[in-house]
């Protein structure tokens, strides 16, 4: 019947999800039985070495982590897209070999520029 | 699906999962061990037969520790950031072929899957840091992202490599198609450009920048205390311990091996053989800086990888 199919395959995932989660429910609320509770305000601040912590700390972060997280998804967006090509390479032949290395002749174009305009220098 | 078959199941992943744990924390101790020799000391010695009972003895103080919040921390995302991490390298040993015929879940997108969860494992890292509003744990989580994302990519492309050898993403098939040798040494790039990605995937050294104790304290974990951090902790060495067995079935032949010990003995000889090689590593190389390994993956691993999706290719068309 279709709008049924039920993806049975994928039941352990969802045992082994369970599970894991289980685990570390059960350390975190195993803890709260046995270990100590007594906060008090110094205890309670963010550690540096016994100085009071001066400015926030998440004020300001180098730009570059935000160009990397974009590159990251242009990138392995095409690794992601390599994969079914990969898997059936073998019933493809010489046009899906030809087809990749044009993919990859765009993608080498974008990531000449990247290079070029220094997005992988940490300065 | 039956309600017996769910039940077995339950059981089998209960199983393996429990002697996963227990390994995870052995894993702990092989490595003071190995560390401590190779630096001429003993390593753990007082607790039980030489120091046997040591990681047990951890786990029990850790347990016993007080679980401290600090005040300005992002609460709800503070308390659940240790639990993605466990989930994450937990979840992704359900894929891995341990003798012939068997893994907890046999799907055919194996590779995509580890792939997927090790990305929901720099969640952990990334949320931690950020939730302990702490400067050097939010600088960890940063660079630790960054670090993870980065090496990805390597680590995705010279899987490509061993996909158009084995023409599947199901590592049982990968494993059988590895029948005549190996990948490592049909593809000895990719088998080089994996190792190293995962060594910064897992974070360890020479790449375990974002816990680098001479800089940034702790890292992300600086403000984890007790139980959180042993999470943390667990997470870490649970993730070392997928990688070594994704990195034998991908490239080591998995669970094959002469006839004479049973393809589990084999699958368990080789994955720790990998983690030794983690140890040995660690014992060996100083820290890299964090330019000169963002540099290396983007300019050197990914071009390499690449160009062995290539070479594969072309010599599989001639």
């Known amino acids: ?123 | 699906m039956s309600a017996a078959e769910m039940i077995g199941i339950f059981i089998e992943t209960l199983i393996v999962v429990s002697i996963l744990m227990l390994h995870v924390s052995y894993v702990v101790y092989f490595e003071r061990k190995v560390i401590g020799h190779m630096q001429c000391r003993m390593g753990p010695m007082r607790v039980g037969w030489h120091g046997l009972l040591q990681p047990i003895a951890d786990a029990i103080k850790l347990f016993f520790k007080e679980d401290i919040i600090p005040s300005q921390a992002d609460k709800p995302i503070f308390y659940v950031a240790p639990l993605i991490g466990v989930l994450a390298a937990l979840g992704s040993v359900a894929v891995i072929p341990m003798w012939e015929g068997f893994s907890i879940a046999n799907l055919n997108i194996g590779i995509l899957y580890i792939l997927a969860l090790s990305s929901v494992g720099s969640y952990a890292v990334i949320l931690g840091g950020w939730a302990s509003n702490s400067k050097y744990s939010f600088l960890g989580g940063l660079r630790s992202a960054a670090q993870v994302i980065s090496y990805e990519i390597a680590m995705g492309l010279s899987l490509v490599g061993v996909m158009l050898m084995s023409g599947s993403a199901n590592l049982s098939d990968i494993v059988h198609a590895q029948a005549g040798h190996w990948f490592i040494f049909t593809q000895p790039v990719a088998f080089f450009v994996f190792v190293i990605a995962i060594f910064a995937e897992t974070n360890r050294v020479p790449f375990d920048m974002p816990e680098a104790e001479t800089e940034l304290v702790a890292g992300y974990a600086t403000e984890y205390s007790g139980i959180r951090f042993g999470l943390f902790f667990m997470a870490e060495y649970a993730g070392m311990f997928v990688m070594s067995a994704f990195a034998v079935t991908c490239f080591l032949g998995g669970w094959s091996g002469p006839a004479f010990l049973p393809g589990f003995v084999w699958f368990i000889l080789k994955v720790y053989a990998f983690i030794f090689l983690y140890f040995w590593i660690r014992a060996t190389l100083p820290r890299y800086r964090y330019d000169q390994l963002m540099g290396l993956g983007w300019k050197l691993f990914i071009p390499l990888a690449l160009a062995n999706v290539v070479f594969t290719a072309l010599m599989k068309i001639l």
Do not use: C, H
């Open chain 1, 1 to 123: 019947m279709p709008g049924t199919y039920i993806p049975t395959d994928y039941f352990p995932v969802l045992v082994i999800l369970l599970i894991a989660s289980a685990i570390g429910l059960g350390a975190l609320v195993a803890g709260i039985l046995v270990r100590p509770r007594r906060p008090y305000a110094q205890k309670l601040t963010p550690y540096e070495s016994g100085n009071p912590p001066i400015g926030e700390p998440r004020s300001q972060f180098s730009v570059k982590f935000y160009i990397i997280a974009m590159l990251f998804v242009v990138f392995d967006v095409e690794a992601v897209f390599m994969y079914p090509w990969a898997v059936a390479y073998d019933k493809l032949g010489i046009f899906g070999f030809v087809e990749m290395m044009l993919f990859m002749f765009i993608l080498l174009i974008g990531y000449i520029y990247v290079w070029k305009k220094g997005a992988f220098n940490w300065e």
